[in-house]
Nanobody
Framework: QVQLVESGGGSVQAGGSLRLSCAASGYTYSSDCMGWFRRAPGKAREVVAAMSSDGRTSYAGPRSGRLTVSREHAKNILHLQMNNLQPEDTGVYYC?????????????????????????WGQGTQATVSS
């Protein structure tokens, strides 16, 4: 059974930090791509970042150093470090997974200008930033 379990959400004031984690288990891709998405209140879900199993990362928009995605490969845990959080970062953050291909990273794990389809999703973790 495939499971993606997010944790690390919470409530912080503007300028604070959160580190989200996603523990993945049960899927059998030889290579994968794991991603973070956000659904802000009243808005559609949008991609934030992704990381392939061979360590390549991509971000959907300008990070200004605020977002960093990382991965513990041995444990198959994906992290999203968020610094200098602002109220517009508020939302439910979801983790997702899809098959990857190290020889074709741009089409299988780049979120820049791509509309990747992910197979598996977590339940989400709420992050709330107050001004």
């Amino acid at each position: 059974q495939v499971q993606l379990v997010e944790s690390g959400g919470g409530s912080v004031q503007a300028g604070g930090s959160l580190r989200l984690s996603c523990a993945a288990s049960g899927y059998t891709y030889s290579s994968d791509c794991m991603g973070w998405f956000r659904r802000a209140p009243g808005k559609a879900r949008e991609v934030v970042a992704a990381m392939s199993s061979d360590g390549r990362t991509s971000y959907a928009g300008p990070r200004s150093g605020r977002l960093t995605v990382s991965r513990e490969h041995a444990k198959n845990i994906l992290h999203l470090q968020m610094n200098n959080l602002q109220p517009e970062d508020t939302g439910v953050y979801y983790c997702a997974a899809r098959p990857g291909d190290p020889s074709n990273w741009r089409l299988t794990c780049s979120v820049v200008g791509e509309d990747l389809q992910f197979d598996y999703w977590g339940q989400g973790t709420q992050a709330t930033v107050s001004s």
